[in-house]
């Protein structure tokens, strides 16, 4: 039996990076994917069963340490949510919920990297100030003209790093810029609908300076109805110091008197945007919660 790390899912098959190569391998039918189940996803460490035609069948799924639910990529080290400075221009509630996600999956390493910086009109020096005030790394860079990508590449060194993000932000461009080799794909955002288009088909492991870039498809919305509402507010770093200290626990921050939490966004302990955006993800997730159970109902 051969241990190996999942690079890539694709048509049923998945292509395990084994010391006996690369082994396209089917599913025993227990780890196939259910409803309750993320199933086997590119970054799992899986074992192997080699067959004499060269082919492989898992066996095993070994233990996780972090799973990124959307894209479904596990065994992270680091994830770089990667949005553009115009062209599409950044939705603030989308970015926030993309924090959310990185943080719900455990995930130690969070970067936030903008690209296109070389068409943005403004202070490009204060640009998501805010969020680096709240901790998260801030690499301000451009595909096209190369503005930031040595630190993007410092960054890289020896992670497994995912770029998450909305279509047409350019990762795949970004990702090619650090590294011609890896050719990826690149698409132009559609003067219509102002979205990009899709270019990455599929989340693949590529190998990168000791470790792997992981190139991700797009999307413009995700849903978060499996986080537990009680679990959000640790996804908001700058709650955390304040939670616990609400008069009534639990809280939710958001109707209650006397909540601490309230209370450090009045005296701009925390930031209006960022409240704001966790009210939103809060009614959201209660919403689709409540038509997910009557969708079981009936």
């Given at each position: 039996?051969?241990?190996?790390?999942?690079?890539?899912?694709?048509?049923?098959?998945?292509?395990?990076?084994?010391?006996?190569?690369?082994?396209?391998?089917?599913?025993?039918?227990?780890?196939?994917?259910?409803?309750?189940?993320?199933?086997?996803?590119?970054?799992?460490?899986?074992?192997?069963?080699?067959?004499?035609?060269?082919?492989?069948?898992?066996?095993r799924l070994l233990p996780?340490?972090?799973?990124?639910?959307?894209?479904?990529?596990?065994?992270?080290?680091?994830?770089?949510?990667?949005?553009?400075?115009?062209?599409?221009?950044?939705?603030?509630?989308?970015?926030?919920?993309?924090?959310?996600?990185?943080?719900?999956?455990?995930?130690?390493?969070?970067?936030?990297?903008?690209?296109?910086?070389?068409?943005?009109?403004?202070d490009g020096a204060s640009?998501?100030?805010?969020?680096?005030?709240?901790?998260?790394?801030?690499?301000?860079?451009?595909?096209?003209?190369?503005?930031?990508?040595?630190?993007?590449?410092?960054?890289?060194?020896?992670?497994?790093?995912?770029?998450?993000?909305?279509?047409?932000?350019?990762?795949?461009?970004?990702?090619?810029?650090?590294?011609?080799?890896?050719?990826?794909?690149?698409?132009?955002?559609?003067?219509?609908?102002?979205?990009?288009?899709?270019?990455?088909?599929?989340?693949?492991?590529?190998?990168?300076?000791?470790?792997?870039?992981?190139?991700?498809?797009?999307?413009?919305?995700?849903?978060?109805?499996?986080?537990?509402?009680?679990?959000?507010?640790?996804?908001?770093?700058?709650?955390?110091?304040?939670?616990?200290?609400?008069?009534?626990?639990?809280?939710?921050?958001?109707?209650?008197?006397?909540?601490?939490?309230?209370?450090?966004?009045?005296?701009?302990?925390?930031?209006?945007?960022?409240?704001?955006?966790?009210?939103?993800?809060?009614?959201?997730?209660?919403?689709?919660?409540?038509?997910?159970?009557?969708?079981?109902?009936?």
């Amino acid at each position: 039996m051969l241990e190996g790390r999942v690079i890539k899912a694709y048509n049923s098959f998945f292509y395990v990076a084994t010391s006996e190569g690369l082994i396209s391998s089917k599913l025993r039918g227990k780890f196939k994917k259910t409803r309750k189940s993320t199933g086997v996803v590119p970054g799992d460490r899986v074992a192997v069963e080699l067959l004499p035609d060269g082919t492989g069948v898992i066996e095993r799924l070994l233990p996780r340490m972090n799973l990124l639910r959307r894209p479904a990529v596990a065994n992270l080290t680091q994830v770089v949510l990667t949005f553009a400075a115009a062209q599409p221009d950044l939705h603030p509630l989308l970015l926030n919920r993309f924090l959310v996600l990185a943080e719900w999956s455990g995930i130690d390493k969070i970067i936030l990297c903008i690209n296109k910086m070389d068409l943005y009109a403004g202070d490009g020096a204060s640009f998501l100030a805010l969020y680096e005030d709240i901790g998260y790394p801030v690499l301000r860079v451009s595909a096209h003209t190369g503005e930031g990508l040595a630190a993007l590449r410092e960054h890289l060194c020896g992670e497994t790093s995912v770029f998450a993000g909305p279509s047409g932000v350019g990762k795949s461009s970004l990702m090619n810029a650090i590294d011609p080799s890896l050719a990826l794909q690149t698409g132009e955002v559609s003067d219509k609908i102002k979205r990009g288009r899709h270019t990455t088909r599929v989340a693949e492991l590529l190998p990168y300076a000791g470790g792997y870039v992981v190139d991700t498809p797009g999307f413009s919305a995700m849903e978060l109805t499996e986080l537990d509402t009680a679990v959000l507010p640790d996804c908001f770093p700058e709650f955390r110091p304040y939670l616990g200290h609400c008069r009534f626990q639990p809280c939710s921050h958001s109707h209650e008197p006397d909540c601490a939490v309230k209370a450090a966004v009045a005296s701009g302990a925390i930031a209006e945007e960022r409240y704001q955006a966790y009210l939103s993800i809060l009614s959201e997730i209660k919403e689709n919660q409540v038509i997910a159970r009557k969708k079981e109902y009936k």
